[in-house]
């Protein structure tokens, strides 16, 4: 197959063609169906059909990651459904998914969506709720995870070309990165920072290893490979993000020509 592509269409079904243990690492943020308003998603499936879908999605990426890589998965802890207001855990269904179609339990960061002293220094994102008060206090969301899983062994046997610096590597194996989030939404409801994909993408890979991001959006993912030299796939359900995608990573190939 091609590489460095962003592809239209349904993970579900565009990942069936794909063989078997064709990349190197998975990066990607699903959707958390809670009426979230993508442009060409229905973010509000029956819960059942959700993580129906979800799991076939994620057994197809274990089998078209090769053996002892990982895959590397940004979970809110907590979301609010947009249209009946109710919580759901999204990540504990999530991980348990992942966990069943095969993939080790390897490692966790919790991403601080913040600097360390704008953090610190308790000027992070703004109260809600009630107040000063019991009535209806609501914890504010400043932090999501990323949870690392395995296909076979932690340890990759090959080696290859490493990008990261000794500080990078000495900054990125702590378990607690702050990270500011994204300001630039490029039309997207739910971006991640370009710099949590780079992060991730340098420790767990080499120079031109494989990426695939099942729901890439607007491409941040792919942004990040393509910067940092490494192959990659995208797919999105959306032509509106896969266009902004496109765009972007259009951009850099500019930019390193």
Not at 9 to 31: A, C, H, Q, W, Y
Not at 184 to 202: D, F, G, N, Q
């Amino acid at each position: 197959m091609k590489i460095n592509q962003v592809l239209l269409g349904d993970s579900e079904k565009i990942l069936k063609d794909i063989d078997d243990n064709m990349f190197d690492f998975v990066f990607t943020s699903p959707p958390y169906n809670i009426n979230k308003a993508y442009e060409g998603y229905n973010d509000n499936l029956d819960q059942n059909e959700y993580l129906s879908k979800m799991k076939s999605i994620f057994s197809e990426c274990f089998r078209v990651l090769k053996p002892n890589r990982k895959i590397a998965v940004n979970l809110a802890f907590a979301m609010k459904d947009q249209k009946n207001e109710e919580i759901k855990f999204v990540f504990y269904d999530i991980v348990r998914i992942i966990n069943e179609v095969g993939f080790n339990p390897s490692d966790f960061i919790l991403w601080i969506k913040s600097n360390k002293n704008s953090f610190v220094n308790g000027s992070s994102s703004v109260a809600w709720g009630s107040w000063m008060s019991a009535k209806a206090p609501v914890i504010r969301a400043d932090a999501e995870a990323i949870f690392i899983f395995s296909k076979g062994s932690y340890k990759r046997e090959d080696k290859g070309e490493s990008t990261m610096s000794r500080e990078e590597f000495l900054e990125y194996t702590r378990n607690v990165w702050f990270v500011q989030p994204e300001r630039t939404k490029y039309s997207h409801v739910c971006p991640y920072p370009k710099e949590l994909a780079k992060r991730l993408i340098k420790l767990y890979t080499y120079k031109n290893d494989f990426i695939l991001d099942p729901f890439c959006g607007s491409g941040t993912t792919l942004v990040a490979a393509a910067e940092i030299e490494r192959n990659f796939l995208g797919i999105d359900i959306s032509e509106h993000y896969v266009k902004i995608a496109l765009e972007r990573i259009q951009n850099v190939q500019r930019d390193i020509i």
